[in-house]
Nanobody, 119 residues
Framework: VQLQAYGGGLVQAGGSLRLSCAAS????????MGWFRQAPGKEREFVAA????????DYSDSVKGRFTISRDNAKNTVYLQMNSLKPEDTAVYYC?????????????WGQGTLVTVSS
């Protein structure tokens, strides 16, 4: 599986962005999908995850209520809708495919897409 993330950019605080991650291959629905992010000088951190058919989701406390993860298995794509963005959301965002909702084991990583939130 190859993952291609896109949709990042520069946005003002309070604005919105939607990230997308397109997957190749026929086994997309076999994987739990998620998003991680890495800010400059910080470790990569979990953002959100979604179960194989979208019935369950999980979010970090820092984005809960502002971000929404979703997926379209027919399009082999996972999305991250980000609203009410804050400067502290600035980071490189990575999509990932894993084996459970906690994404403790990541099988595939996408390349990152940069999100910059200006104050």
């Amino acid at each position: 599986v190859q993952l291609q993330a896109y949709g990042g950019g520069l946005v003002q605080a309070g604005g919105s962005l939607r990230l997308s991650c397109a997957a190749s291959g026929r086994t997309f629905s076999s994987y739990y999908m998620g998003w991680f992010r890495q800010a400059p000088g910080k470790e990569r951190e979990f953002v959100a995850a979604i179960s194989r058919y979208g019935g369950s989701t999980d979010y970090s406390d820092s984005v809960k209520g502002r971000f929404t993860i979703s997926r379209d298995n027919a399009k082999n794509t996972v999305y991250l809708q980000m609203n009410s963005l804050k400067p502290e959301d600035t980071a490189v965002y990575y999509c990932a495919a894993g084996r459970d909702l906690n994404l403790r084991v990541i099988d595939y990583w996408g390349q990152g897409t940069l999100v910059t939130v200006s104050s």
